[in-house]
């Protein structure tokens, strides 16, 4: 190195000091049964509040799973990117995009205050989703399971559903392009259109299990699961039927739920609609005249004086 770049070099650190490396939040002082928040100073309040609600979003995941999750699980509250890495496993890569993270083995859910467009993310769905992971992960003994059944379950409980999930789910079924289950079980599609479409199949699937089945036969199924039965073996013993069975059954649900849409957006609907409302007004306006000239006929009867010509008039 130049002699003249050493000196600039030793002037910069004079200035400004070595790069200082970040650390994770480390005050651990709030707690709640199950649960110990580990955050920033400036984050107190966040995980105050989250700890007032933990309890009760643990409860309703094990309802779902029927086993008892481990307790002491860790939550670290990060403010940035930078926090929540340093707070991560060693050798554990944090996207950049990631607003939580589950490590189960570890009982450990990292929680990320600020998105990348330093807008303030919705901490509590965050982290019933990612405590879903986490749930569902010990349930199993940490098993490999679906990305589609992981996904599902972990936005089912978190409630992370939007119109435009909705509108990618609509589209699938009317043009029947939908994803199969089987296309979803190692990874998602990357593009928006797509990824919106498989995040949406995902959740309804759960849900259908869930509500259509039962919370028994959902809790079977995550029993032979943990007993280390293949997927698709313990889902055709706890549904007495096969994943592509029951597949077939959602798809009828989807169309009966969905094929309506252009029954009431098509033009010939429109029209039909747009005449309903042109008779009522007809039959509207008919009536009116109809009652007036009663009126009219029973004043010049009685003798009575005419009726004012607005509400205001004297």
Not at 27 to 47: K, M
Not at 100 to 105: E, L, N, Q, Y
Not at 119 to 133: G, R, S, W
Request: with cysteine; glycine share 6%; net charge positive.
């Amino acid at each position: 190195m130049k002699p003249v770049a050493v000196l600039l070099l030793g002037l910069t650190l004079l200035i400004n000091g070595p790069a200082q490396a970040q650390s994770a939040p480390n005050d651990c002082s709030i707690s709640s049964h199950n649960f110990r928040y580990c955050v920033e100073p400036s984050q107190r309040g966040l995980a105050e509040s989250l700890s007032k609600v933990a309890e009760t979003y643990r409860r309703k995941v094990q309802a779902d799973l029927g086993r008892t999750l481990a307790g002491n699980t860790r939550v670290v509250v990060a403010r940035g990117l930078a926090k929540m890495r340093a707070a991560a496993p060693k050798g554990t890569r944090v996207p950049p995009w990631a607003a939580g993270m589950a490590f189960s083995r570890r009982n450990l859910i990292l929680l990320r205050v600020e998105n990348r467009r330093g807008a303030v993310n919705d901490i509590t769905k965050v982290f019933v989703h990612e405590l879903a992971h986490l749930a569902l992960d010990q349930a199993v003994n940490f098993r490999r399971l679906p990305r589609w059944f992981h996904e599902g379950f972990a936005i089912h409980h978190s409630g992370e559903w939007s119109m435009g999930r909705t509108t990618a789910l609509a589209h699938g079924v009317l043009s029947n392009r939908l994803f199969s289950l089987e296309a979803l079980t190692e990874s998602f599609p990357d593009k928006p259109p797509d990824v919106d479409l498989a995040y949406a199949q995902s959740i309804d699937f759960v849900a259908f299990l869930l509500h259509r089945f039962g919370r028994e036969r959902f809790r079977k199924l995550i029993g032979l699961l943990g007993q280390d039965w293949p997927f698709l073996l313990g889902v055709e013993e706890a549904y007495d039927m096969g994943i592509f069975k029951l597949e077939q059954e959602w798809h009828g649900d989807l169309k009966m739920r969905f094929t309506w849409i252009p029954f009431l957006t098509g033009t010939a609907t429109l029209w039909f609609l747009a005449s309903l409302v042109f008779i009522a007004a007809y039959l509207r306006r008919r009536r009116t005249k109809r009652l007036g000239r009663a009126l009219l006929d029973a004043q010049e009867d009685e003798d009575v004086p005419d009726p004012p010509l607005t509400p205001f008039s004297p």
